[in-house]
């Protein structure tokens, strides 16, 4: 049974800081490309950030410099590093992970940028 759960998000005042970590079980991590999504409310679900096995990364350009994606295979864990957060990164945070035409998704954790 193939699990992705998804912890860190919060409530965070504007300029600060997240970070968010999704463990996943039931897959060989290592064969897997992961990404972070997030859903903002009353819009459609968008990729913030991915990783692929080896360890390269891509951004969506609103979050560039400001968000950092990382995995740690020894504990099949993708984390995303969130900084100078903005009310706009308001939204459901979802992580995904994807092999060929396979892929899981995780429940999703809120993140809330707003003083």
């Known amino acids: 049974q193939v699990q992705l759960v998804e912890s860190g998000g919060g409530l965070v005042q504007p300029g600060g800081s997240l970070r968010l970590s999704c463990a996943a079980s039931?897959?060989?991590?290592?064969?897997?490309?992961m990404a972070w999504y997030r859903q903002g409310p009353g819009k459609q679900r968008e990729l913030v950030a991915s990783?692929?096995?080896?360890?390269?990364?891509n951004y969506a350009d609103a979050v560039k410099g400001r968000f950092s994606i990382s995995r740690d295979n020894a504990k099949n864990t993708v984390y995303l590093q969130m900084n100078s957060l903005k009310p706009e990164d308001t939204a459901v945070y979802f992580c995904?992970?994807?092999?060929?035409?396979?892929?899981?998704w995780g429940q999703g954790t809120q993140v809330t940028v707003s003083s």
């Open positions: 990783i692929n096995s080896g360890s390269g990364a």
């Open positions: 039931g897959v060989t991590f290592t064969l897997y490309n």
């Open positions: 995904n992970a994807r092999l060929r035409i396979t892929e899981y």
